[in-house]
T-cell receptor, first 117, second 112 residues
Framework: DVKVTQSSRYLVKRTGEKVFLECVQD?????MFWYRQDPGLGLRLIYF???????EKGDIPEGYSVSREKKERFSLILESASTNQTSMYLC????????????????FGDGTRLSIL | AQSVTQLGSHVSVSEGALVLLRCNYS??????LFWYVQYPNQGLQLLLK??????LVKGINGFEAEFKKSETSFHLTKPSAHMSDAAEYFC??????????FGKGTKLSVKP
């Protein structure tokens, strides 16, 4: 089975801090994704990556950046944390499926619940 | 552009009753559709997916969904609800860049 591991289940940080959320997958997937989940809003895509050192903005990239130095690891960075970034963050990975015709599902980690005080 | 609408943010059924969770999609290309389930304090788990071929798709835990192109729908059903089905369910359509576009989710409660 695919395993997507997020480094922390719960994290509490202060406003203005630089925050790193780490995600590792063990299935040699090319694609990795970061979403945030908020009540009543569902999941919204922050950033994604098709390959090492590649990144693409999702729907809500403001205030975030990402890093993918190795294929298995995709990091989400909050450059200067703010209270409106308090949320559940979910990482996902999938096989290469840049073509719309592909049907590869995404596999999710258990999430990191981040609180910014 | 693709989008997903889930009708009903909360659905409550009795144990043993039919479960029906509604999902309508919008897509300019033939859609690839997914249902995911999220149990409390966990990530999302794939229930089932539709790509091409048979329009009735069977998934895990007794769930199934039917793709109806004329109605742009992909509703999720289960004949008989169990207490363990209580969770949040998300419908999703694949976006043009290989990402997933999610609905806002439906919380299913199962009453004894």
């Amino acid at each position: 089975d695919v395993k997507v591991t997020q480094s922390s289940r719960y994290l509490v940080k202060r406003t203005g801090e630089k925050v790193f959320l780490e995600c590792v997958q063990d299935m040699d997937h090319e694609n990795m994704f970061w979403y945030r989940q908020d009540p009543g809003l569902g999941l919204r895509l922050i950033y994604f990556s098709y390959d090492v050192k590649m990144k693409e903005k999702g729907d809500i990239p403001e205030g975030y950046s990402v890093s993918r130095e190795k294929k298995e690891r995709f990091s989400l960075i909050l450059e200067s944390a703010s209270t409106n970034q308090t949320s559940m963050y979910l990482c996902a990975s999938s096989n290469r499926d840049r073509l719309v015709k592909s049907n590869q599902p995404q596999h999710f980690g258990d999430g990191t619940r981040l609180s910014i005080l | 552009a693709q989008s997903v609408t889930q009708l009903g943010s909360h659905v409550s059924v009795s144990e043993g009753a039919l479960v029906l969770l509604r999902c309508n999609y919008s897509s300019s290309v033939p859609p690839y559709l997914f249902w995911y389930v999220q149990y409390p304090n966990q990530g999302l788990q794939l229930l089932l997916k539709y790509t091409t071929g048979a329009t009735l798709v069977k998934g895990i835990n007794g769930f199934e969904a039917e793709f109806k192109k004329s109605e742009t729908s992909f509703h999720l059903t289960k004949p008989s609800a169990h207490m363990s089905d209580a969770a949040e369910y998300f419908c999703a359509v694949r976006g043009s860049q290989g990402n997933l576009i999610f609905g806002k989710g439906t919380k299913l409660s199962v009453k004894p």
